[in-house]
């Protein structure tokens, strides 16, 4: 179908308490597998996993609602460790 | 936060967790909430559309004064694919008794209210804590660990939600795999009032409950009518990832704009954009539900029906945090929090509706699969009412 999702801007109308410093995901950039990355990229909810034109691969933990869609697909793989942000902290749906 | 020892520890101000909370502090016992989000909720989405009957069982006539956003007096079911659909309706004409009714319901707000009144009750709620471990000696757990802070307890619910890390550090819950659990990925859109009704053909109050079989390659769709907004969204069961090259947002988009849906999203303006992962791996699923000192509750026990035409978790989670409250009543009275005394747990939960509704997914998912709808949509919706069996 047509129209390409674009993410950011639904992101955009959420409320975040970012925690600017620390990322509650721990992700393996240098993992080698491509395949396994695209998988990633693709289940996320909010593109916190992307790969660029080039074929880099970038990670953005902060607009991430926290699902645990990449840790049940990846862990132990792409992705290292997951654990909630620290209390108060990440998203905060207003409406849910 | 206090030296005392508490009668018992939550952890998580979702529904279970509020539910037992509201339990044991009316019952007069010490109870301590803890949650990582600001207010109960804020961590919290669904679809969604809650089955009022174990709330109505502990708060008769909650939706007179709870926000409710609509009644649902209509549910709608759909299989489609590439433009065509077909569509069946219920309509129950709202003719329900208390027990028997459900409601749309967007959990940043209906999670506060229900913290109101577990507040109200007596329990403490304590909020933007992150529970990051369990205290545990010898082999009985008898508080939590938050960052430096310890708390004990008599026992401690496990109210944490579909992820339950607490739980899979405990050892009663493997990790997640991606065919136990759905990613849903939902936006919340505002129109009028008089917009909804008009859309949707219903009177103010009243709404619609849509859900959309196999619309598209993997992935289901959903549609709920609330007060001035509509939830509209899709779930994939994770590992149907590797059946598309399609993305989860996209999918959401490729929904939206499907021909019969965009007319009644039209003007529709962003909320909020949420997402939650979903437990789908029925009975097969349930970890270890009870240990020395700890019961868990809710989505963490990973009790969710899918049940084809509708999904149930909210008025599970309700039951069940209802039940491992009562549970710790009774150890109280005995003095006794082991293993074998909170088993009864277990035991109750199995003679509950919760369980049958556990167990009708499995029918109800076989119901369900594609050929069967294809050949015979009309059957497979009649077989799911009749799986599903509990309304």
């Known amino acids: 179908m047509a129209a390409k999702v674009n993410v950011a801007e639904k992101l955009g109308v959420n409320k975040f308490h970012t925690d600017e410093h620390n990322s509650h995901i721990d992700v393996d950039m240098e993992y080698p597998d491509k395949n396994e990355i695209d998988r990633v990229v693709r289940v996320c909810p909010a593109s916190v996993y992307s790969v660029d034109e080039n074929g880099v691969f970038f990670f953005e933990y902060l607009g991430c609602l926290e699902c645990g869609s990449c840790k049940a697909l990846s862990e132990g793989k792409l992705i290292k460790a997951w654990n909630y942000p620290s209390g108060t902290l990440g998203i905060e749906y207003r409406l849910g | ?391």
């Not at chain 2, 708060?59 to 590439?82: L, Q, Y």
């Not at chain 2, 967007?106 to 304590?126: H, K």
């Not at chain 2, 960052?147 to 401690?156: C, F, I, N, Y």
């Not at chain 2, 008009?198 to 959903?222: E, L, M, P, T």
Request: proline fraction near 3%; include cysteine; charge should be negative.
């Open chain 2, 1 to 391: 936060m206090s030296e005392e020892k508490f009668d018992c520890i939550i952890v998580g101000g979702g529904l279970a967790g509020l539910t037992a909370a509201y339990v044991l502090a009316g019952a007069g016992l010490d109870t301590l909430l803890v949650e990582k989000g600001n207010y109960s909720g804020a961590k919290n989405m669904t679809g969604g559309r809650l089955y009022g009957h174990s709330l109505e069982r502990l708060i008769p006539g909650f939706a007179e004064s709870a926000p409710v956003e609509r009644r649902i007096v209509k549910e709608r079911f759909s299989r489609g694919a590439d433009g065509e659909l077909t569509t069946m309706e219920y309509d129950n004409a709202g003719l329900s008794a208390p027990e028997g009714e459900s409601y749309a319901v967007l959990r940043g707000v209906f999670d506060r209210w229900l913290a109101d009144r577990a507040e109200e009750q007596g329990a403490m709620l304590v909020y933007g804590v992150r529970v990051d471990d369990l205290l545990v000696q010898d082999g009985k757990v008898c508080g939590v660990i938050a960052g430096v802070e310890e708390m004990e307890a008599d026992t401690v619910i496990l109210a944490d939600g579909v992820n339950s890390l607490l739980a899979q550090k405990l050892g009663y819950k493997p990790v997640l795999r991606p065919d136990q659990a759905a990613v849903g990925v939902k936006e919340l859109l505002g129109l009028s009032e008089e917009a909804i009704n008009q859309r949707f053909d219903v009177d103010s109050g009243k709404g619609v409950a849509w859900i959309f079989n196999g619309c598209g390659d993997v992935y289901d769709g959903f549609l709920y009518t609330n007060k001035d907004s509509v939830s509209v969204g899709v779930t994939m069961m994770l590992e149907d990832i590797d059946k598309t090259e399609n993305s989860v947002p996209q999918m959401l988009e490729d929904f939206k704009n499907s021909p019969q849906i965009a007319p009644l999203l039209e003007g529709g303006r962003l909320l909020e954009y949420s997402a939650h992962l979903i437990p789908e791996g029925g009975v097969g699923m349930l970890p270890q539900l009870y240990g020395d000192g700890v019961l868990i509750a809710g989505d963490a026990a990973a009790l969710c029906a899918n049940l084809g035409f509708t999904l149930r978790g909210m008025d599970l989670a309700v039951e069940s945090g209802r039940l491992a409250a009562e549970t710790v009543l009774a150890a109280k009275e005995q003095g006794d929090f082991s293993a074998q005394t909170l088993s009864a747990y277990q035991a109750v939960l199995s003679d509950s509706f919760v369980m049958a509704c556990m167990k009708g997914e499995a029918a109800c998912r076989a119901a369900v699969k594609a050929d069967n709808c294809k050949d015979d949509p009309l059957g497979v919706f009649n077989g799911l009412m009749s799986e599903a069996g509990i309304r």
